[in-house]
Structure formats: structure tokens, C-alpha cells
């Protein structure tokens, strides 16, 4: 529903961001004009928290090694979904530990290894064809397809399978598949039986280890009880966190000062953004940028959908240069 019209937020200090699809492509570097936008806003002495449920190497090479040295003090990473949250130091090096860490907190190296091993048994189970990861389009390439092609990818505080070809099948694939794959909210998707699976045997070993669906055709495996909720509301009760950002509590005391980029705040089919929006105010406005219907969004709170001509990380950036204009108006 595109009923907003949504102007830039002059007074906004401190910026909640998700990373793919919204500041850049899947498994892609955010383009060089993001970066631009990007560093004006670090240069003005905003803030960017940019939480994913990528590897903090992921966020590094995509998007903070782009980054002019001197701006990077002012951006914190919140990784594997908010398992670990990590900053930058005065020469815009990544710091030598993170300001906290679930992974080392939660699990014991005997855990570490048995949840790799309920991986390994899944991969088995199921038939999935394990690919690393790789932009979309050379996926599809390679794979032409095929529903049990996944990409896997070990995080160290997350794991992630993308079951690119598999998240929306035609109703006659499962049966190919040999495979029981429920109708799950009008779709058949093979995430749903892997992940009850993955539920059975991550209980089975005792592990402190959560399967959700996630992005688009993502499965998530992260530490229990660990989402970007945490991760958000960590940083924002820190003054510590805060002030090695160069902002302060009293800074971000009202709801206009605060702001939540992201591209999935819709709660069917596994929205993860909404997380970072249940951490604050429910006054504090998120944007989507991806085209979601805002009955799904959570009640209450105040997310918009993007109502620029772009999309994704394309619309993020159309809003951000409607900056330093009268703000965006629509026709
Ligand atoms: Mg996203």
C-alpha cells in the first residue's frame, strides 16, 4: 500500500539498519552510490547500525571497506542476526573483540561442533546439493533450478541455508522431491519440513540453537533467543556502545531521532526487520523498501513502505538522494 508520503527525517542521529536488499544486493558489494549517500550521512555525524543475519567479512567487503577510514568509527555492525555486535576504532580498523558475543557466551565447544554435526545430517537427510555462496544470478545459472541446490554458509554465530529454488515450488514438485512439503500460508515451500526437522534434532542434542525462516528464501539457524531485537536493544541501554559512536543517550531520547531501513517487516513468512522495530519506541518510523502490504506489518507500530519509484537497495537509495530537496513528493 502506497499511501505515505515519505519525506527525509531532518533530525534523525541514529540509523537501524538491515543490509541485504536494502543497502545492498544478496552476496553483492552496495554500489558505489550508496556508498557516497552512505558516507554524507557518517560525514554529517549520524550513526549506522547496520544489523544482518550476514558475517560480520560479509558486511566488511560489501559495504565497510568502501567506506572512507575516518567515517567507520561511526558505524557498528550487529552480525549473525545480533549474536555479536562489533565496532570500529579511531583508524577504522574492525576492534579487536566485540562489544558482546552470544557465540562465546552461549555455547560451549562441544555444543559448536554437535550443531555443525545436526547440519551435516540435514544436508544428508534431505539430498541438498551444497553450493557455496554466490550472487543470485550466477545461482541460477548453475543450477538451472534444481529445488534441493542450496547455498550453505557458516557464519560461526549463524549458519544459514539459502534454498533459493526451492522456498516456492509448483504443487508439483514435491512429489518429485519424495519429499512431504506442506502448503504453508498458499505456498509449498521446502524450507517448512527442513526446518521442522532441524527443530526435532536440534532438540534432540540439547542445543540452544533456533531454525527461522528468514530474508526470502533463507533458513537461519541462530543462537536461541537471539534476534535483532537483542542486538538493538543492547546497544541502545549502552551508553559505553553509544558514546564510542559519539552520541549519547540523552541524543536518541525521542522517537524522531531514531530511524529502521530494512525490506521484510511483514510477520508472515519470516520477516526478521520487524525485530529491529520491536527494540524502540513504537513511534520510531521504519521504512520498507520492498513492496509489502501493511496489514501484515506489526500492529502499532510505525512502519511505512517506501512509495518511490525503486525498490530494495535501488529505493533506499532514491530516498536517500531526495535529501537536501524540499523532501519527496509523490504525483
Ligand atoms: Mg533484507
Redesign the pocket.
Known amino acids: 500500500m502506497l499511501s505515505r508520503n515519505i519525506k527525509w527525517n531532518e533530525k534523525v542521529k541514529f540509523i537501524i539498519s538491515?543490509?541485504?536488499?536494502?543497502i545492498a544486493d544478496l552476496y553483492v558489494e552496495a554500489s558505489p552510490e550508496m556508498i557516497t549517500e552512505l558516507e554524507k550521512l557518517l560525514a554529517e555525524g549520524k550513526v549506522l547500525f547496520l544489523i544482518s543475519g550476514q558475517s560480520i567479512k560479509s558486511i566488511k567487503w560489501r559495504i565497510v571497506e568502501y567506506i572512507r577510514k575516518d567515517l567507520r568509527k561511526r558505524i557498528i555492525v550487529g552480525h549473525c542476526s545480533g549474536a555479536e555486535v562489533w565496532g570500529f576504532d579511531e583508524q577504522g580498523e574492525l576492534r579487536d573483540a566485540p562489544f558482546y558475543s552470544f557465540y562465546e557466551t552461549e555455547l560451549s565447544e562441544e555444543q559448536k561442533k554437535s550443531w555443525r554435526g545436526v547440519i551435516h545430517e540435514l544436508v544428508e537427510e534431505f539430498k541438498l546439493k551444497i553450493l557455496p555462496t554466490m550472487p543470485i544470478s550466477e545461482f541460477a545459472k548453475k543450477t538451472k533450478g534444481d529445488p534441493l541446490s542450496v547455498m550453505l554458509e557458516d557464519r560461526g554465530p549463524q549458519i544459514t541455508l539459502e534454498v533459493i529454488n526451492g522456498y516456492d515450488l509448483s504443487p508439483e514438485q514435491p512429489e518429485k522431491l519424495e519429499i512431504q512439503v506442506p502448503q504453508t500460508h498458499g505456498h509449498y515451500d521446502l524450507r517448512i519440513p527442513i526446518l521442522a526437522r532441524a527443530e526435532k534434532l536440534l532438540e534432540e542434542k540439547g542445543l540452544p540453537i533456533t531454525p527461522r525462516l528468514a530474508?526470502v528464501f533463507a533458513i537461519d539457524f541462530a543462537i536461541k533467543g537471539v534476534s535483532k531485537t537483542t542486538a538493538v536493544k543492547y546497544v541502545v541501554e549502552h551508553d559505553s556502545i553509544l558514546s564510542s559512536l559519539g552520541i549519547h543517550k540523552s541524543d536518541i531520547g525521542n522517537s524522531e531521532s531514531m530511524e529502521v531501513w530494512?525490506?521484510?517487516f511483514s510477520v508472515v513468512r519470516g520477516g526478521t526487520?520487524r525485530h529491529i522495530s520491536e527494540a524502540l519506541p513504537k513511534e520510531v518510523r521504519s521504512i520498507t523498501f520492498r513492496e509489502e502490504k501493511s496489514e501484515e506489518f506489526l500492529e502499532g507500530y510505525n512502519t511505512v513502505v517506501w512509495n518511490g519509484k525503486e525498490h530494495l537497495h535501488n529505493g533506499l537509495l532514491e530516498f536517500l538522494k531526495t535529501r537536501n530537496s524540499k523532501g519527496f513528493a509523490t504525483k
Do not use: I, L, P, R
Open positions: 538491515d543490509v541485504d536488499e536494502t530474508g530494512g525490506d521484510k526487520d
